[in-house]
Structures are given as C-alpha cells and as structure tokens.
C-alpha cells in the first residue's frame, strides 16, 4: 500500500493504477489463452486505488494546515503604517491567524498581511 501511496504522490493517479495492475496477476481463463481479470482483482485494485488517492488527499491537506512560525513570518507586535492584524483577512479574533503561530495582536503586523475586502 505504501509502495501505491509513494507512486500516487509522484506520478499522479494513472501511474498509480498501472503500479496496482502489476502487482496483481492477471488470471488466465480456460485454454484459449484469453487473459481476462476476475471481479475481485478488479474490486481489490480499485479499492486500492481509492486508498491510496484519499491517503494523499488527506496527507497533502494535514500538511497545508500546518502554521508557520512568527520569526518565519516576520512576525512584529507594532503595526506597519496602515497595515495591522486588526484589518487582516487573516486574522481571527481576539488572538489568532490562519497562518501564523501563537499570539497574535490586533496591533501586529507580518509579511503575510493581505486587507479585508
């Protein structure tokens, strides 16, 4: 599974599916030599699949969510000219931003200040 997730991350959804198809044998049906997949292969490599993608998915945004640092962000307790928490689109009251860690004051300023429309 992790060997699907690692695939997913860098080749996208088609290189993982081919990873799933490999690593299944494909049945054999009969003595014609016509090679034809069983229901469960099918059921089983798209589960797989379906893993793998949510796996990625919740991955990717686990890592999105995550707050910098205020010394990352240049992060000061004195505003800048006009520009101030207080008027940020991403501040949120009384003591918080979306992407800045600790203690935010309305008063403060960093780099990642963007106004209220």
């Given at each position: 599974?992790?060997?699907?997730?690692?695939?997913?991350?860098?080749?996208?959804?088609?290189?993982?599916?081919?990873?799933i198809r490999s690593m299944?044998?494909?049945?054999?049906?009969?003595?014609?030599?016509?090679?034809?997949?069983?229901?469960?292969?099918?059921?089983?490599?798209?589960?797989?699949?379906?893993?793998?993608?949510?796996?990625?998915?919740?991955?990717?945004?686990?890592?999105?969510?995550?707050?910098?640092a205020q010394a990352d962000?240049?992060?000061?307790?004195?505003?800048?000219?006009?520009?101030?928490?207080?008027?940020?689109?991403?501040?949120?009251?009384?003591?918080?931003?979306?992407?800045?860690?600790?203690?935010?004051?309305?008063?403060?300023?960093?780099?990642?200040?963007?106004?209220?429309?």
């Open positions: 599974m992790s060997e699907i997730a690692a695939t997913l991350s860098q080749g996208g959804f088609e290189s993982a599916v081919a990873c299944e044998p494909i049945m054999n049906t009969g003595g014609n030599d016509c090679r034809s997949m069983s229901r469960r292969v099918m059921i089983t490599r798209t589960a797989l699949a379906l893993g793998a993608a949510a796996t990625v998915a919740a991955a990717s945004r686990a890592a999105a969510q995550q707050k910098i962000a240049e992060y000061q307790r004195a505003p800048k000219g006009d520009q101030h928490c207080g008027v940020c689109a991403n501040f949120e009251p009384p003591h918080a931003c979306k992407f800045v860690q600790g203690d935010i004051s309305p008063d403060g300023w960093c780099q990642l200040f963007a106004p209220k429309t």
